[in-house]
Structures are given as C-alpha cells and as structure tokens.
C-alpha cells in the first residue's frame, strides 16, 4: 500500500498563524521534504516537533522528487512544505504533483495565504481578479506580460521581490498609468507589516527614498479597456520600439487591443518604425 503525500501550508511569517491539522500532519508523518530545511527546522522546533526534514527545492525537484515517489511506493508518508506558504503557488511542488502516479493520495492542508491576506486588506475592488505569481525578471519580457494581461481589464495580483520592486512600479506607469492605484502589501503577519494604497508614480518617489526590503504582494488597478482604431496605439507601438521590443512583440501586444488582421498591424508597425 502506498503511502500518501500531505501538501501542507505553513506560516507566511507569524509562526501563529499555523493550522492545528498541518501541525497533527507534521508529527505523524515519516519524512518532510522542505523547500528550506533550516526554515522549516526552526518551524518545528517552536512546536517541538522532531521529524527527518530533507531538501526539496528548484534547483532539486526533479532528482528529489524520484526520492519521493520511492518513499510513497513504501508505505511511507510525506510532507511537503515551502518556506512559506503553500507548495505549488509560485513555489516548488508542481513537478512532483504533475507526475505522480494515479494510485497514490495527495491530501491538502490549507493555510495562512499572502495572496488573500492582500486581497482581504485591498481597497482595490476585488470580485474577479488575475494572479501572475512573479512576473518575468527581464524588464521587456515584464512589460509585456503586464500589456498582455492589463487587456482583460481586471485588478491584477502579483509578487515582488524588493530587488525589482522599483522596475515594476515603473513599468506599471508605463503600460497602465502614473495614477494608476496600487496596493503594496510588504511583510504581512511580520513585525514590519506595511499596507500601502498609493499611484504608481507616488510610490516610486516614495521607495527612492525609502529603499524597499522584504517581500511584497501587489494589487494593481484594472485597466479600462478600449476598442480604439490602430492610429490611436501609434503612440504605443513608438514606446515599444524604443524599448527595443521587436516587431512581433509589437504585433502580439497590439493585437491583444484590436480585432484586426496581424499582417495589417506588421504594415503599420512598419511604417512608424521607418519614420522614426
């Protein structure tokens, strides 16, 4: 009989904020595979918890997840665990889960959640909305992304690291606005906890002189959506070919805005191209 394998949230900062069923989990299973073993170390020696706590991460996940299955095939049950947070959101566990046998039990042990903790405190209204995780590290690649998905005209929640929080908010004034609203959610259930709802623009004079550290979510305003024709976007499409982005990036973005034949988008992309 095979054993089964526990999805089990942790806290995303205030050690409190564990559940009782992940703790029961934690003590009963045989082996926890950690995302950081010395984080979830310290985790469960706050609950004087003494299991086998292994390494499973990015760099691991695909060696270690043969490891796992191993464990599962005899009899043996598993913990997975990130360093905060649940396994699988913009965190390891997708590898594993997306090739495990049909016959073995996968069990989830909700808990404390970054991304509804923001959207709970969000003064941005929030009915539907579009979760990206992390957005690409390359700035064009970023600005893409976020033209792509501003086009569906819903509030848009993401992460952020303090390394690239600046860029981002840049990029936001860019594709969206310098008014547009922004809630920036830094440490929740730390110590140093942060909530902010500010304009793009306001937040960056205000990270300048404030440099930006720990980790972040963010809630951007939705962006009205327009059926405009084409010359209305050449002030667009000349931002993008200064930002260096290539013809059929350009094409693709645009596109996205427009119901129109992409060779007659590629013509108009040339000729702006030409005349600047």
Same mark, same amino acid.
């Given at each position: 009989?095979?054993?089964?394998?526990?999805?089990?949230?942790?806290?995303?900062?205030?050690?409190?904020?564990?559940?009782?069923?992940? @703790?029961?989990?934690?003590? %009963?299973?045989?082996?926890?595979?950690?995302?950081?073993?010395?984080?979830?170390?310290?985790?469960?020696?706050?609950?004087?918890?003494?299991?086998?706590?292994?390494?499973?991460?990015?760099?691991?996940?695909?060696?270690?997840?043969?490891?796992?299955?191993?464990? @599962?095939?005899?009899?043996?049950?598993?913990?997975?665990?990130?360093?905060?947070?649940?396994?699988?959101?913009?965190?390891?566990?997708?590898?594993?889960?997306?090739?495990?046998?049909?016959?073995?039990?996968?069990?989830?042990?909700?808990?404390?959640?970054?991304?509804?903790?923001?959207?709970?405190?969000?003064?941005?209204?929030?009915?539907?909305?579009?979760?990206?995780?992390?957005?690409?590290?390359?700035?064009?690649?970023?600005?893409?992304?976020?033209?792509?998905?501003?086009?569906?005209?819903?509030?848009?929640?993401?992460?952020?690291?303090?390394?690239?929080?600046?860029? @981002?908010?840049? %990029?936001?004034?860019?594709?969206?606005?310098?008014?547009?609203?922004?809630?920036?959610?830094?440490?929740?259930?730390?110590?140093?906890?942060?909530?902010?709802?500010?304009?793009?623009?306001?937040?960056?004079?205000?990270?300048?002189?404030?440099?930006?550290?720990?980790?972040?979510? @963010?809630?951007?305003?939705?962006?009205?959506?327009?059926?405009?024709?084409?010359? %209305?976007?050449?002030?667009?499409?000349?931002?993008?070919?200064?930002?260096?982005?290539?013809?059929?990036?350009?094409?693709?973005?645009?596109?996205?805005?427009?119901?129109?034949?992409?060779?007659?988008?590629?013509?108009?992309?040339?000729?702006?191209?030409? %005349?600047?």
């Amino acid at each position: 009989m095979n054993g089964d394998l526990y999805i089990v949230s942790t806290p995303i900062g205030n050690l409190e904020d564990i559940t009782l069923r992940a @703790l029961n989990v934690l003590k %009963d299973v045989d082996i926890i595979f950690a995302e950081s073993v010395e984080r979830t170390k310290k985790l469960l020696s706050h609950y004087r918890i003494n299991k086998k706590v292994l390494s499973y991460n990015k760099d691991n996940e695909q060696r270690k997840a043969k490891k796992i299955y191993e464990h @599962l095939e005899n009899s043996q049950n598993i913990a997975l665990v990130t360093d905060a947070g649940t396994p699988s959101i913009s965190d390891p566990g997708f590898y594993l889960l997306s090739n495990l046998k049909s016959d073995i039990r996968v069990i989830p042990i909700p808990g404390a959640s970054s991304l509804s903790c923001a959207i709970s405190l969000s003064k941005i209204p929030i009915n539907s909305f579009i979760f990206m995780g992390f957005l690409p590290k390359k700035t064009s690649e970023r600005k893409k992304k976020l033209f792509e998905i501003s086009l569906a005209g819903l509030p848009i929640c993401l992460f952020e690291s303090k390394h690239r929080l600046i860029g @981002l908010l840049k %990029d936001v004034t860019e594709v969206f606005n310098h008014d547009t609203t922004v809630g920036v959610f830094r440490e929740l259930t730390k110590v140093h906890e942060t909530i902010m709802h500010e304009t793009a623009s306001n937040l960056i004079n205000y990270y300048k002189t404030n440099p930006p550290k720990g980790e972040f979510v @963010l809630i951007i305003s939705p962006k009205e959506v327009s059926n405009k024709p084409i010359e %209305d976007y050449i002030s667009i499409i000349r931002d993008l070919i200064s930002k260096k982005f290539t013809n059929k990036d350009i094409v693709e973005i645009i596109n996205l805005f427009l119901n129109k034949p992409k060779k007659e988008i590629y013509k108009n992309v040339l000729s702006i191209r030409h %005349d600047i």
